[in-house]
């Protein structure tokens, strides 16, 4: 769902940037039309996360299609589609206002193990996945042995959900924000010689084993370039399809 809405930011920072090759919203708005189309039909949730390893709710994505439909709206107003604009902007309102519903989780383990009282988390499954909220479902782990390869989502947290920032849909300052960037240093973040590193997510499982042998289809996650693996605390990764 991102890859159909990363086309429509395009347009907009082209028009911005670079006006003259941009020309008039009329070259660009069929291509934009189908793309807000296929985001409202099929979104928020997505079939595939950034890493295209689960699908759900996910911060990244969700930032990146309610931006796409705000500027698909602006895009529609400035050719005549007054009612096209509107009714992208209360579609991008409605999932705007429940991202929190979707991908924040309040009063957990984890939580009161950082002292906040809650975080975005890396992404929640679908509705139809039989939880009581999304935030109570499990997620699967990529990467990772079979016994150690679900988690419940409100225990994996994940930087992506700072893209809610990077879209400008929540402040920097936002307390939401601050008390979710505590929660990634404490489990995501390593010292290295070279500078702090953060993985992508907490228990993750693309990368090395804990001997340094290569990865062979299970690991222990890693970040960035440089490697390392010093996490002031941990999330059980036992598997608990049972609950």
Same mark, same amino acid.
């Given at each position: 769902?991102?890859?159909?809405?990363?086309?429509?930011?395009?347009?907009?920072?082209?028009?911005?940037?670079?006006?003259?090759?941009?020309?008039?919203?009329?070259?660009?708005?069929?291509?934009?039309?189908?793309?807000?189309?296929?985001?409202?039909?099929?979104?928020?949730?997505?079939?595939?996360?950034?890493?295209?390893?689960?699908?759900?709710?996910?911060?990244?994505?969700?930032?990146?299609?309610?931006?796409?439909?705000?500027?698909?709206?602006?895009?529609?107003?400035?050719?005549?589609?007054?009612?096209?604009?509107?009714?992208?902007?209360?579609?991008?309102?409605?999932?705007?206002?429940?991202?929190?519903?979707?991908?924040?989780?309040?009063?957990?383990?984890?939580?009161?193990?950082? *002292?906040?009282?809650? +975080?975005?988390?890396?992404?929640?499954?679908?509705? /139809?996945?039989?939880?009581? #909220? &999304?935030?109570? $479902?499990?997620?699967?782990?990529?990467?990772?042995?079979?016994?150690?390869?679900?988690?419940?989502?409100?225990?994996?947290?994940?930087?992506?959900?700072?893209?809610?920032?990077?879209?400008?849909?929540?402040?920097?300052?936002?307390?939401?924000?601050?008390?979710?960037?505590?929660?990634?240093?404490?489990?995501?973040?390593?010292?290295?010689?070279? *500078?702090?590193?953060? +993985?992508?997510?907490?228990?993750?499982?693309?990368? /090395?084993?804990?001997?340094? #042998? &290569?990865?062979? $289809?299970?690991?222990?996650?890693?970040?960035?370039?440089?490697?390392?693996?010093?996490?002031?605390?941990?999330?059980?990764?036992?598997?608990?399809?049972?609950?």
């Amino acid at each position: 769902m991102d890859e159909t809405a990363f086309p429509i930011l395009l347009v907009d920072l082209l028009r911005r940037e670079s006006p003259r090759c941009f020309e008039s919203g009329e070259r660009w708005w069929p291509m934009v039309r189908k793309a807000a189309a296929y985001i409202v039909a099929n979104g928020p949730v997505t079939q595939q996360d950034r890493w295209e390893e689960d699908g759900g709710y996910s911060p990244f994505t969700l930032s990146a299609e309610i931006s796409a439909l705000l500027i698909a709206a602006d895009l529609a107003e400035s050719v005549g589609f007054s009612e096209h604009a509107d009714f992208l902007r209360e579609n991008a309102d409605t999932w705007n206002d429940n991202i929190e519903r979707w991908t924040y989780g309040v009063n957990s383990d984890l939580a009161r193990q950082v *002292g906040v009282d809650g +975080y975005y988390v890396r992404i929640t499954p679908p509705d /139809e996945d039989g939880a009581a #909220s &999304p935030l109570q $479902g499990f997620v699967p782990i990529k990467n990772r042995a079979t016994t150690s390869s679900n988690a419940r989502a409100i225990e994996i947290v994940s930087p992506d959900a700072l893209a809610l920032v990077r879209f400008g849909l929540r402040a920097p300052d936002d307390p939401r924000i601050v008390n979710t960037i505590k929660v990634i240093d404490e489990l995501l973040r390593t010292k290295l010689p070279q *500078g702090p590193a953060w +993985y992508r997510y907490n228990c993750d499982g693309y990368g /090395e084993h804990e001997d340094g #042998s &290569p990865f062979d $289809g299970t690991g222990i996650g890693r970040h960035g370039p440089a490697r390392g693996r010093t996490r002031p605390l941990r999330v059980d990764c036992r598997s608990r399809a049972d609950g």
